[in-house]
């Protein structure tokens, strides 16, 4: 029976690990960029003149952009203690991954993914509602 050898292990883990983080990053700087736009969108001139709370959903939409802002802002605050304390670890010799770490690791998975469902789906009704009212 072949013995499998831990730090190698424990080194490919820590890639996951690290790699999983990088996707969220990736995922975030995508959302930031789309939220300017849809910033911009929503202060824009290209609605139609004269519908109905047309003010009052625009501002609507503008407060729950910047909830979903600060909610991602405190998630990346999250995710970038855990990538420094998974540095951390490797930096120390036959350091293995805890279990604490996979569970934060896949709370931080379960956070990321609420944050991305909340956008897509709050992008998603801007989008349909605005996409009617637009001027010509």
């Known amino acids: ?7 190698t292990d424990n080194g490919g883990k820590v890639t996951l690990l690290h790699w999983k983080i990088q996707q969220w990053k990736l995922r975030f700087q995508l959302m930031d960029e789309e939220i300017v736009f849809i910033k911009r ?3 824009s001139n290209a609605f139609r003149p ?3 709370n047309l003010f009052e ?5 503008k407060t729950r952009l910047k909830d979903i802002e600060n909610r991602n802002a405190a998630v990346r ?6 990538e420094n304390n998974l540095g951390t670890e490797l930096d120390i010799a036959d350091s293995a991954i805890s279990a604490d770490d996979i569970k934060k690791n896949d709370s931080l998975q379960l956070e990321v993914d ?3 469902g909340a ?7 801007i989008f ?3 996409g009617s009212i637009l001027n010509n």
């Open 128 to 130: 349909n509602y605005t």
């Open 114 to 116: 609420e944050c991305q």
């Open 77 to 82: 605050t999250q995710i970038s203690l855990h």
């Open 50 to 52: 004269n519908i109905p």
């Open 41 to 43: 969108l929503l202060d």
């Open 119 to 125: 956008y897509q789906n709050l992008k998603s009704e």
């Open 1 to 7: 029976m072949e013995k499998k050898n831990t730090a």
């Open 57 to 61: 959903r625009l501002q609507d939409y």
